[in-house]
Each structure stands twice: as C-alpha cells, then as structure tokens.
C-alpha cells in the first residue's frame, strides 16, 4: 500500500528519475549535435522523450507530492531536483523542467486539498509559466506566421512555374504575400487569448493526468465536487473581467484594445462553455443522449449565442440551480444532481 512507504520515498523517486531523464535527453541532444546528421537515433530518441515529459514528469511529481509526508517535503524536494539539474541541463531544457516539475507540483497540491477546479487551473497554469516563456523565446508567435508564409509562397512558386512569365508570377506572389501578412498581422492580434485558452486547456489535461496517477495508487484524492456538465456555472467574477475586456477594447487605445479584445474573447469563450451547459440540461428534458450530442456540436458552431446564453444564466438561473422547485426532478439531466452553491463555479 502506498500509505506504508516512507514520507520521503515518493518526492526521492521523483527527483532520481527528473535528474536521470534531464541527463539523458542532455547527453542524447550533443551526441545528435556532434553527429550533425538531419535523422540519427539520438535524435529520435530525443524527440520521443520531448514529447513524453510534458505528461509524464507532471503526472510523476503529482504523485510523489500526494504520497510525501509532511507535504512540504514533495515542495523541498523539487526546489533541491531542480537546483541539481541546473547544472546538468542547458538552457532551454532546464526552464522547461522546471515548468513541468512546479506543474506536478501544483498539481498534487490541488488534488491533496480538493481545491475548486478555477483556482487549481490558475495554480497549474502559473507554475507552467516557465515552459511557456521558453516557447516563446525559441520561436515568436510572429517568426511562426513569417515561417509559414515563406512556405506557402515557395509552394505557390512552383505550382505558378511555367503557367507565366518569371515577372508575371512575383507580381501574384507579392500581392499574396502581402495579403497573408495582413491576415497574420489580425491573427497576431488575438493569440493571447488563443495562448491563454490553450494553456487552461494543457493545466485541465495535468490534474486529469495526475488525478488518474493518485487512482493507481489507491488515494482517494480530487478537487471539491464538480457538478455534471449540465449543471456547469462559471463564477460571476469572470463576468468583470468580461465588463473589464470590453471596456478596454471600446476605448479605441493603442495597447488597452488588443489587451481588452483578448480579455473579452478568452472570456467569452469559457462563457460559451456554460451557455452550451444550459442546452445540454434544457435538450435533456426531451432529447436522448446521441441526438443531444448531435445538437450540441450544430450549436457549438454559433459562438455568440452560445456566449449570450451563458452570461444570460448568471442572472436568470434558467435550470434553478439556486433556487430549484419541487417539481424539478434533480435527476431531470441524466443524472446532474444539483451542485452545492459553493461549488456551482
């Protein structure tokens, strides 16, 4: 049983195996260089171990924080794994484990204390900061966009070959040229919010991860009672951050209105989430569960509504969350039991 191992096993097992992971990708990464090869095993074998941390090493010290004992010693023995790996890792690797080791951490932390899912995707998402931060210095959001461009137009350079004269076809790709960056200078605009999405989304992916570790070792561990999807509620502090983006963006200031677009786009989005709970829970009433989730992708295609719907029910309570009758059937939702109103958010 897991209960019966030292308080320190876990977070020592965890450090071994970071320190031994961060030496071997390091060791594999100048061997792949030294070779200079395009393709070389060493580099295959780093790849396939680039894509297994970011899941793995999380879920890994999630556990061993959920089994330590005082707790804190999971904290101490990572801030210890990862001052040992600075001198073993370069640059890059070394910031990325560091972001990967604090999310297992964040992780575990939440689990243990059954904290809400919002403050534990926050905790999550911070301690990731780092990961993202190398992300961005190895490429730009605007080198990635400057990088498919050069790419759509040498494949659009040889699809034109020979239907034209050489200056006939630099003409077309200079015309496409500066209509793909026109376009990426919008896109460019909202990946904030994009980025932002995708992190709560990549947080939301570690607790299940680590979730999912606690019951292979038989710990009976999780946030506080998340109610069925068809009961979902946001908390109402994110409908001022919505006032907040909206606000910013109307000023018609440079800076505050990509700033406030990016606020009231992220937002909305998760406000789509809640709207698409009150279709799941009103279809419920009279709709089986494929032609539900049949209706529910149709109606995932009208964003703004769906954004509508969701702030609307803040408000207006349309399944009786706070307040539901005696004639509502609390398993009127295939089973959605009404959330304890602490825990509707």
Not at 26 to 49: C, F, N, P, T, Y
Not at 164 to 184: C, G, K, P, V
Request: aromatic share 8%; with cysteine.
């Amino acid at each position: 049983m897991p209960r019966s191992w030292p308080g320190y096993a876990a977070p020592l097992v965890a450090s071994v195996a970071t320190l031994l992971l961060v030496w071997i990708q390091e060791l594999l990464m100048g061997r792949a260089v030294a070779q200079g090869e395009m393709i070389s095993l060493d580099l295959v074998l780093v790849i396939l171990l680039s894509l297994a941390i970011p899941l793995g090493l999380p879920a890994v010290w999630g556990g061993a924080v959920l089994l330590s004992r005082p707790a804190t010693s999971g904290l101490l023995a990572a801030i210890l794994c990862l001052g040992a790996s600075f001198g073993i890792a370069g640059h890059l690797l070394f910031w990325s484990t560091v972001g990967h080791v604090l999310a297992g951490v964040a992780c575990g932390w939440s689990l243990g204390r059954r904290w809400r899912l919002d403050a534990a995707l926050i905790l999550v998402t911070l301690a990731l900061a780092p990961v993202f931060l190398v992300s961005l210095q190895e490429m730009s959001p605007r080198d990635s966009y400057d990088q498919m461009i050069e790419q759509y137009l040498e494949a659009r350079r040889e699809m034109l070959a020979g239907t034209a004269d050489d200056r006939e076809i630099e003409r077309t790709l200079e015309a496409e040229r500066r209509q793909q960056e026109e376009i990426a200078e919008q896109a460019l605009k909202i990946v904030p919010a994009a980025f932002g999405l995708g992190a709560l989304g990549y947080s939301g992916l570690l607790l299940v991860l680590t979730w999912l570790v606690s019951r292979l070792l038989r710990l009976k561990v999780g946030l506080a009672k998340w109610p069925p999807f068809a009961r979902w509620r946001l908390p109402f502090y994110l409908v001022w951050i919505l006032v907040i983006g909206l606000g910013m963006f109307i000023t018609r200031v440079s800076g505050l209105t990509t700033v406030g677009l990016n606020l009231a786009l992220a937002v909305g989005t998760l406000f789509s989430i809640q709207g698409a709970a009150v279709q799941w829970s009103v279809t419920g009433r009279f709709m089986g569960a494929l032609p539900r989730v049949l209706y529910l992708l149709v109606a995932g295609f009208l964003f703004f509504p769906l954004v509508v719907l969701g702030l609307a029910d803040q408000w207006r309570d349309f399944r009786k969350l706070d307040h539901p009758s005696d004639e509502d059937d609390p398993q009127d939702s295939k089973g959605a039991g009404r959330a304890p109103d602490d825990e509707a958010g």
